[in-house]
Structures are given as C-alpha cells and as structure tokens.
C-alpha cells in the first residue's frame, strides 16, 4: 500500500464549479501536510500547507482529518488556470522526508 | 534570485553511457534533494544532502551516486545508464525539512531518455 493515496482522476469540470479532492496517508507518524501544483510538464510549486485546523487561501480550502488519516483541499469557484496536477505531500517526522501522492488531475472546461 | 535551476534540461544517452546531472541553487538552502518521477509513481526521492559534504540515500538510490562539494550545488551521477532510468529529474532545496514552514523549491527538470 502506498504511503499517500490519491485518485489520479482526471475530474472534468466546468468553469465555476466547485471540485474536491481527498488524499489519505498510511503514516501516523506524518506531521505536515501540503498540497502541491504541478502543470504539465512542469516543476511542482507549494500550493498551500495543510493546517490542523484547516485553512483557506482565495478560493482554495485545505482540511486535515488526523483520526482517518486523510486531507482535502476544496476549490471554488475553479478557473480554466486551475487545470493541473495536485499533488498530495506528507511530512514524517521520523524521517524528515516528503512523501509524494501520486497527483490527481484536474480538467477545468469553458 | 534564479532559485533552482537544473542542467540539461534534456538529454538522450545510450545503454552504459554515464552522465552528470547538475543542481544549483541560490537561496543558501541547506537541504537539497534529488527525485525521478514516472507516471503512476510519484516522485521518489533519490538521494539527499542535510549539508555541504554530506549525501544520503533516500527511497531509490540504486545505479545513482552524488555529491555536494558546495552548498549551493548538488550533483547527481548515472554511472552506466539504463533503460530503467529514463525519468524526469527533478532536483529540490529547502531551508529546513520541519514543520509547516518547509517549503521544497524545485528546479524545472531535466528529461532523460536512455536507448
């Protein structure tokens, strides 16, 4: 079982609409959790960090579920920009290391 | 600030062929990190540097080897290329691995495709 979990998707959905994803972890040792960005054929960038008691930057909503071990992020309003990969990221402190999800796509249509 | 940046960008080398890959980065990060990421993967670290003068292996360090001579550079080596290593590479830096201030940078990249 991998580590970090993600559907890989792709959601298609119209622009406007509001879309959410789920990620779960395996490591209850996981402190930290981020979402991160990545376009096509491009470097991931730090899309937000994951707080325990959720949090909000514009239109995007990050939550974190420590008892079933999953995090979401939420986004409203999603824009034909908002097209991408989101990358769901686990911090151990056990081993300072990241742990990557595999990403879920997401296809913002006019 | 050119943050981090990878070179080549991209590369094709033949079965035994073996190659530098070169990351720089200029934000006097401490931790620099190398990944591959192929589809349905992820991105797998590779190995990493806590500091100047110090490496260590992370999930798939086989048939890799690297350096950091310098802080600001973290080398990556493929000593003999394999099919099994056509990836894309990315290199990352970070101040400090910890809490929720920890931000990895990433370089663009750098395609490999071995014959």
């Known amino acids: 079982r991998k580590e970090v979990e993600q559907d890989p998707g792709p959601f298609n959905v119209p622009e406007g609409a509001t879309v959410a994803f789920n990620c779960t972890y395996s490591n209850s040792a996981s402190q930290s959790f981020f979402w991160y960005r990545q376009d096509c054929r491009k470097e991931p960038k730090l899309l937000m960090s994951v707080y325990s008691s959720g949090n909000e930057d514009g239109r995007f909503t990050a939550q974190l579920n420590r008892a079933s071990q999953y995090i979401s992020l939420l986004i409203r309003d999603s824009k034909l920009s908002d097209s991408a990969t989101y990358l769901c990221v686990a911090l151990s402190y056990n081993t300072d290391k990241l742990i990557f999800g595999t990403g879920t796509r997401l296809q913002v249509f006019p | 600030n050119a943050g981090v940046t990878q070179t080549p960008k991209f590369r094709v080398l033949k079965t035994g062929q073996s190659m530098t890959l070169l990351c720089a980065q200029d934000?006097?990060?401490?931790?620099m990190y190398w990944y591959r990421q192929d589809p349905g993967m992820g991105l797998r670290l590779i190995h990493y540097?806590?500091?100047?003068?110090?490496?260590a292996k992370g999930e798939v360090p086989d048939g890799y080897n690297v350096s950091r001579l310098k802080k600001q550079n973290f080398l990556l080596g493929l000593e003999s290329a394999a099919p099994s290593q056509t990836s894309v590479y990315f290199c990352?830096?970070?101040?400090?691995?910890?809490?929720?201030?920890?931000?990895?940078?990433f370089g663009p990249g750098t395609r490999l495709l071995v014959l």
């Open positions: 990352a830096s970070s101040y400090r691995p910890r809490g929720l201030e920890e931000t990895q940078y």
């Open positions: 540097s806590v500091g100047e003068g110090t490496t």
């Open positions: 934000m006097n990060h401490e931790y």
